[in-house]
Every structure is written in structure tokens, then in C-alpha cells.
């Protein structure tokens, strides 16, 4: 899945997470530097890498640990576990059994970077991104859940179309977004901006978001798989608002099922010299009770974006049709996911 530079930069990014300090201090009179244009300079390369999640896990009572919870909450914490164990040796010798496999732990830690703590945002150490509602879970109204299943129910293995979008290297998880969350690895973004665009570049799936500013949106007939994003200054806080989703964000929740209606507000301000707060809000009445907004500090880091070659799904793709051939041999009827 990584090419050997990204295995070894994964490797380095995790020792510089492990020797960062905790969130920096965020002082009201912080003043930020400022670009050309005179707005603040939101550039470089950042990372979102943690092991807090975008939702609240049932493990945890709460949204924020208590400073005297925080190192016993990390020692325990699987992905902290799983990286200081050696699955590679456990790997090579044959000794992980199937329940270790159906975890995923056959995807070894030699491979992951998901971070070693949890995010400190304004102050407080987060077990979840989402804020509101403060339980830190997706709101899903009765229908919504429904709906999301159906979306799930579409995926198959009769064409190419019917495969997940990770499969065919196009999203994967919810780095891309939006919203941006983190993952097991590739949590790094670099943000160029000048006085007509801003343009994150999301080191998973090597995705460019170019976002204009001072723009409308184009037309609902126009869907682009990511959305239709426009980018305007509020102050010092640069706003991405996005709508007209393509319909595959009703298939799948990367990471949030979103219908071509929805609507996901994200908001950036430059907090200290070495963090973003990235904030967001998304509304969308097809799935969710009521809109539901989170944050996350993004850190800064001096690594460089290393290229994603992507191609699991590409080179997969032909024994997974082949499967599927043998499957309709057999007498299996397989739903084409472009069957309405």
C-alpha cells in the first residue's frame, strides 16, 4: 500500500509525535503572521495525526480526560498498544490468529502512523474531534440511518463502480474530506494560499483541494466527488463552505455520509506559530437530527509530503471481478451498483 519512503517517513513522523510537547499555549493576543495579501499566513505542512477520533469511544465518560487521566488513557489506548508490540516478528512467525487478523492487526505497525497522543485542543485533552452534540457522536435521526445503510448496501464486487472509493484509489478515510479527520497514516496536509485561492494538499491519496476565494458556487447539476467548495476571509479566520456532494458521499462515510444537499462549513485560524485550529459544522437533514461540529488542532511539522502511490484496487481489481464472475457462475445474482 506505501512505497518504502512514505514506510520510513511514517516511522520518523511517529518519534517527532511522541517527542512534541502538548498543545502550545493559545493566548488571546496572539498575533499570527500575515502573507502578502495582509491575512494570516496559513502555509507549510501540518498534521492531524492523534489518537483521539472523530466520535467519542465507548471506553471514555467523557469528550475531555483529566489532566491526572491523560497518561494512564494513553498507556492503554490500542493504537499506543499495537504500535509497542511487535506484530511484525508475531507477523513473520505466523503467530497472529484469525480474531488478531479480522482486527486488522495483519496490517502491521511497521506500516501505521496514527499519532501516539491525544489531541489537545484549547487547553483540554479530547477523546473525541465532535463537540456538538457534547455526547461527541454523529447525530443519526431514524432515516438517516436507514439511508446510510441502503448507501452501504450499493457496494458489491460485480463492476468497478459497485467497489469502495479507497479500492479505486480515490478517497480513503477522511483525510480528503470534508471534514478532515485523521487516520492510521498519511496525516499530513500542506496549505499554499494566495489572494485568488487556497489549495490543501492532503498527503493521503495525494488530493489537491484548489478552493477559490470571493467565489460562488457553480451550479447543483455540477457535482464534484468532494464537493463544490468556495473559500472567503472572516476576520482572521479563513471559511471554507461546501456543498453539492457527488451522490457517493450517500455510499460511503468518509467521513460522513453527506447527500448532494449537504452542507459542511470549515473554519482555520492560526492559533500559535505551531498550531491551526481547524473547526467544522456539518448540516445535512437527510441523515442527522441536527447539525454537528467539531475541532481539532492541527500541529505544525517540518516533514515533507511524501507521494501516496496508491494501487491496491488497481492492481486487485481484475481478480476481484474475477471472483465476482465465479460467483455469477454459480448462480449468485449481483446487483451492478449503476442499476437504479
Known amino acids: 500500500m506505501l512505497p518504502k519512503t512514505v514506510a520510513i517517513a511514517a516511522s520518523i513522523s511517529v518519534c517527532v509525535w511522541l517527542s512534541a510537547a502538548p498543545s502550545s499555549a493559545q493566548t488571546a493576543d496572539y498575533q499570527p503572521p500575515l502573507s502578502n495579501d495582509g491575512h494570516p499566513d496559513l502555509q507549510g505542512v501540518w498534521t492531524n495525526a492523534s489518537i483521539t477520533t472523530l466520535e467519542r469511544n465507548e471506553r471514555y465518560k467523557s469528550n475531555v480526560l483529566r489532566p491526572d487521566e491523560v497518561e494512564a488513557a494513553t498507556a492503554a489506548h490500542p493504537q499506543v498498544v499495537r504500535q509497542a508490540t511487535d506484530d511484525n516478528q508475531k507477523l513473520s512467525d505466523g503467530l497472529l490468529d484469525g480474531s488478531d487478523l479480522a482486527r486488522g492487526r495483519g496490517y502491521n505497525a511497521f506500516w501505521i502512523d496514527p499519532g501516539m497522543r491525544f489531541g489537545v485542543v484549547k487547553g483540554e485533552t479530547r477523546t473525541a474531534w465532535i463537540v456538538d452534540p457534547p455526547d461527541g457522536r454523529i447525530p443519526y435521526h431514524e432515516a438517516g440511518?436507514?439511508?446510510?445503510?441502503?448507501?452501504?448496501?450499493?457496494?458489491?464486487?460485480?463492476?468497478?463502480?459497485?467497489?469502495?472509493?479507497?479500492?479505486?484509489?480515490?478517497?480513503?478515510g477522511g483525510r480528503t474530506g470534508p471534514p478532515m479527520v485523521n487516520g492510521l497514516y498519511n496525516n499530513h496536509y500542506q496549505i499554499v494560499q494566495t489572494p485568488e485561492h487556497v489549495m490543501i494538499h492532503t498527503e493521503m491519496i495525494s488530493h489537491a483541494r484548489v478552493i477559490?476565494?470571493?467565489?460562488?458556487?457553480?451550479?447543483?447539476?455540477?457535482?464534484p466527488l468532494f464537493g463544490d467548495s468556495i473559500a472567503?476571509?472572516?476576520?482572521?479566520?479563513?471559511?471554507?463552505?461546501?456543498?453539492?456532494?457527488?451522490?457517493?458521499?450517500?455510499?460511503?462515510?468518509?467521513?460522513?455520509?453527506?447527500?448532494?444537499?449537504?452542507?459542511?462549513?470549515?473554519?482555520?485560524?492560526?492559533?500559535?506559530?505551531?498550531?491551526?485550529?481547524?473547526?467544522?459544522t456539518v448540516e445535512d437533514p437527510a441523515y442527522y437530527a441536527q447539525p454537528w461540529s467539531g475541532e481539532v488542532t492541527w500541529r505544525r511539522d517540518d516533514e515533507r509530503i511524501h507521494e501516496f502511490a496508491c494501487h491496491e484496487g488497481n492492481y486487485s481489481m481484475e481478480g476481484i471481478l474475477m471472483g465476482a464472475r465465479v460467483r455469477e457462475k454459480r448462480g449468485e445474482v449481483l446487483e451492478a451498483a449503476n442499476e437504479e
Not at 216 to 223: D, K, S
Open 232 to 280: 472567503s476571509w472572516q476576520g482572521d479566520t479563513l471559511v471554507i463552505e461546501t456543498t453539492n456532494f457527488s451522490p457517493y458521499h450517500s455510499w460511503q462515510d468518509h467521513p460522513a455520509y453527506l447527500s448532494p444537499d449537504a452542507r459542511v462549513t470549515e473554519r482555520f485560524s492560526r492559533v500559535a506559530d505551531d498550531e491551526l485550529l481547524y473547526e467544522f
Open 212 to 223: 477559490p476565494l470571493r467565489g460562488a458556487h457553480t451550479t447543483p447539476a455540477t457535482q
Open 145 to 172: 440511518r436507514k439511508l446510510a445503510a441502503a448507501g452501504d448496501a450499493r457496494l458489491g464486487y460485480s463492476d468497478p463502480e459497485s467497489r469502495p472509493l479507497n479500492d479505486r484509489c480515490l478517497a480513503t
